[in-house]
């Protein structure tokens, strides 16, 4: 099994950046599609972006189109989530997940990481 670690979230002002960065360690990277989760206090768990194995398709909710970039290096084994342009309804706690062979968008992922929280003031 895959472990990840996310790291990069923190408080930033509406209009502000942040990049979130999943560190995989355990198995072959490679084999792995990545997404990034998020969950705010009494919502459900809804997914943000995903990326393929070789990182030339990425997948994105609404919500973050033309706002959010997902990427992977496969050397480094680290998934990343820039995030753009940021509003207040983007805060919650952002999950990386990994999965076998493709991505979906229901959070039927095979590892999880333990979520790095993400606080966007107005």
């Known amino acids: 099994q895959v472990q990840l670690v996310e790291s990069g979230g923190g408080l930033v002002q509406a209009g502000g950046s942040l990049r979130l960065s999943c560190a995989a360690s355990?198995?072959?990277?490679?084999?792995?599609?990545m997404a990034w989760f998020r969950q705010a206090p009494g919502n459900e768990r809804e997914f943000v972006a995903g990326?393929?194995?070789?990182?030339?398709?990425?997948y994105y909710a609404d919500s973050a189109k033309g706002r959010f970039t997902i990427s992977r290096d496969n050397d480094k084994n680290t998934c990343y989530l820039q995030m753009n342009s940021l509003k207040p309804e983007d805060t919650a706690v952002y999950f990386c997940?990994?999965?076998?062979?493709?991505?979906?968008?229901?959070?039927?992922?095979?590892?999880w990481g333990q979520g790095t929280q993400v606080t966007v003031s107005s």
């Open positions: 355990g198995r072959t990277f490679s084999n792995y599609a």
């Open positions: 990326i393929n194995l070789s990182g030339r398709i990425t």
């Open positions: 997940a990994a999965r076998k062979i493709a991505v979906i968008t229901t959070p039927q992922y095979d590892a």
